[in-house]
């Protein structure tokens, strides 16, 4: 069983619209939660973190985690054709200790219209 | 400030060749991380670092690949011998947390990989 679920898609949007992207994990002790942008043929690179029940905004994007449910969830307002990407989902469980290690998901393709 | 460094960016080699990369983090970062990512099985964390110690190599596939971080501002994954199968993008990728519950983050920065092909 996958620790951290994401649906592969693709997901297509049209231009100035939300886009969703949805995350699922199973480690119900999981602390911090990361979402990742991967153009293509390069690195992910960070674009939102969240350590909290609730939302949080930065600019255009919008993380909201429920571990109750235990998803967190990725909304990309006015979406951009630069927002053409793979967005990574990646989890934090909890270990005491000195424990790095992130789980990640395999990602989502998004494809924003003109 | 100079992100991650990796070394080389693209890699062609035969079957039974050695191949290794290299990763240079971000300075003052304690921890080095080493990922492989394919289709297939999207991004997989091979092997990481605390303090230049191994902490985890549960992802390490075989006794063919190795790793090593010899001082805080270098380390290595070498694969020997080399084969189809490993034709990969290995990416290499750093963070900082001063300890538990310390300051820092988990907040991992990824170099910009190598992208290896095994012929």
């Known amino acids: 069983q996958k620790e951290v679920e994401q649906n592969s898609g693709p997901l297509s949007v049209p231009e100035g619209a939300i886009a969703s992207l949805n995350c699922t994990y199973s480690?119900?002790?999981?602390?911090?939660f990361f979402w990742y942008r991967q153009y293509s043929g390069k690195s992910p690179e960070l674009i939102m973190s969240?350590?909290s029940n609730g939302d949080k905004e930065d600019g255009r994007f919008t993380a909201q985690l429920n571990k109750a449910s235990q998803y967190v969830s990725l909304l990309i307002r006015d979406s951009q054709p630069s927002d053409s990407a793979t967005y990574l989902c990646?989890?934090?469980?909890?270990?005491?200790?000195?424990?790095?290690?992130?789980?990640w998901g395999l990602g989502t393709s998004l494809a924003v219209n003109p | 400030d100079a992100g991650v460094i990796q070394s080389p960016r693209h890699e062609v080699t035969e079957m039974g060749q050695e191949v290794t990369l290299r990763c240079k983090p971000i300075?003052?970062?304690?921890?080095l991380f080493w990922y492989r990512q394919t289709m297939m099985r999207g991004l997989e964390l091979l092997i990481y670092?605390?303090?230049?110690?191994?902490?985890?190599d549960s992802g390490m596939p075989e006794d063919r690949f190795s790793a090593k971080m010899p001082n805080a501002s270098f380390s290595t994954l070498k694969i020997q011998p080399s084969e189809p199968r490993d034709s990969a993008v290995y990416f290499c990728?750093?963070?900082?947390?001063?300890?538990?519950?310390?300051?820092?983050?988990?907040?991992?920065?990824f170099g910009p990989g190598t992208r290896l092909t095994v012929l």
């Open positions: 990728a750093s963070s900082f947390r001063a300890g538990p519950g310390l300051a820092g983050t988990d907040t991992q920065y």
């Open positions: 300075s003052g970062h304690n921890s």
């Open positions: 670092f605390n303090n230049n110690v191994p902490i985890d």
């Open positions: 480690d119900r002790v999981s602390q911090s």
């Open positions: 969240i350590y």
């Open positions: 990646a989890v934090k469980s909890f270990n005491a200790g000195n424990n790095r290690k992130l789980i």
